[in-house]
């Protein structure tokens, strides 16, 4: 259980999305979560305070008047002991009443009256959600350092497309996990590469790879939820930015060398899982390759530059973390990596089973020998391989 022992306040406001916040309670719960829910007025005319009672396993609030608490500072007392609040759904009236700090119902005033952090995933119709009116209030709450999950693009209960879909129950689990992730890289500069590479051969073909980016993608959104400030260089893949993370896209090798080149100054951290081609063509052609001549065409291939080992080798390097992706002898080959370009850490896996896939199975190698992280989410896997990170640099401090 990921969030054993985290105490939320489960804030819902009027909304047809409603009905997924009791799942939420269920997974919150699941998790370990102690899960106090505070409903509006309006929250109540969707889900019923009592399915909310019987998910959460406690007493659901409602009332800014209610006299259960003696002294009648419940609107202080409710969020007081609180790690967190998230408010599921959120809607644009909820948005902009805490935008302005108003405090006129239980929510909004526990909302005012918190000591800790405020999640919010908001849920409306797009309209709504586009309006300038609601879009300044979500500046507004930005800038008061309001956490947002979601919401997505898609399907919407009034029937219309676009922005402004809650996000699943699931998703936002994510989310409250990624934000309980120890902050232990805030004030780090991470640089990351992640995907293939394209070598062109002629103006339509390319020489690539199968990788998905998905660990490089999984590695940028760890170190920035662990609080680093994060660069990615990433090669052609169909992924979604992680949030808060600066993305810069590439095809080539030679392109990667010169974007890392362009990013590296001020990193601490350098952490390199693309996937980079090892050769490219010495020329690519400048025309289509005709099949009509009936020739096989014959390539002739030339070096990539080693990233990696060139980031390693200058003076005063990042911290440097490489990936071996080998089809066998995975340990051989990732301590000869390890030397050959003088990293201290290097991530080994399975290319079979690595590539593309969700789940990962790294083991790393450094001056002390070898930590298996297990099997897991290549999100997990990851955050583990940060915390490694994190304690060597600690110690190299030491
Ligand atoms: O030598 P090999 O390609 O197996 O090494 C893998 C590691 O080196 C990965 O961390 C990869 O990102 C990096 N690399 C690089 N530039 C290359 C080839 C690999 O940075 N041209």
Redesign the pocket.
Known sequence: MTLTGKRILLGVTGGIAAYKAASLVRALVKSGCDVRVAMTEAATRFVTPVTMQALAGQTVWTDLWDPRIADNMSHIELSRDRDLVLVVPASADFLAKIALGLADDLLATLVLARRCGLMVAPAMNVEMWDNPATQRNLRTLREDGVVFAGPAAGDQACGETGMGRMLEPEQILAEVEAWFQPKLLAGKRVLV?AGPTEEPIDPVRVITNSSSGKMGFAVARAAREAGASVTLISGPVALATPEGVARVNVRS?QQM?NEVKAALEGSDIFI???????WKLKKPFDKKIKKSSGLAPVLEFEE????????ASRKNAPFC??????SEKVEE?AKA?RA??GVPL?AANLAQEALGADDNALTLFDARGKHSLGRGPKLEQARKLLAHVAGMLQKAKR
Do not use: C, R
Not at 272 to 278: C, I, P, Y
Not at 321 to 326: C, D, H
């Open positions: 590469t090798a060398f390199s899982v693309a996937a980079v081609a090892d990539n530059p080693d990233i990696l080992a060139w980031v973390v490489g990936f071996a992706a080998e080959n990596k050959k370009k290097i």
